[in-house]
Structures are given as structure tokens and as C-alpha cells.
């Protein structure tokens, strides 16, 4: 599931409900920049255990 850098959590649960459906297996999502070009990874257990109001791209693990 990709997800933009400028999502809260809570609205990065709300979209990989909305389109991990079709996902076999969730454990990481991809985050986007605002061009789409892949900036980092965020687990899921970390979205789960974050503040609702905090934004996913400040806490990616970005890539090397």
C-alpha cells in the first residue's frame, strides 16, 4: 500500500482500509512525495501504535 508523505495516521489506516482489501499481506507500507517517488517505508505496527494526528512522512524510514 503507497501512501503520501503529508498523511496523518490516521488517515494513512483510513486509506490502506480503504484499499488494502485487495492485499494479501500488510507490513509495509511505501511512502510517496507529492511526485510520487518513493521516499521511505513505514510499518504498519508503527502506524498502529502512533498518535492519530502525527504525519507519517516525519517518521518514514527513508531509503539509503
Do not use: F, H, M
Not at 490516521?10 to 484499499?19: F, M, N, P, S, T
Amino acid at each position: 500500500v503507497d501512501l503520501k508523505e503529508s498523511l496523518t495516521v490516521d488517515q494513512a489506516i483510513a486509506r490502506i482500509r480503504k484499499v488494502g482489501v485487495d492485499s494479501e499481506t500488510i507490513n509495509i507500507c511505501y511512502v510517496l512525495d507529492e511526485t510520487r517517488q518513493l521516499v521511505g517505508t513505514v510499518a504498519l505496527r508503527y502506524l498502529l501504535l502512533s498518535d492519530d494526528d502525527e504525519i507519517i512522512g516525519r517518521s518514514a524510514i527513508p531509503l539509503c
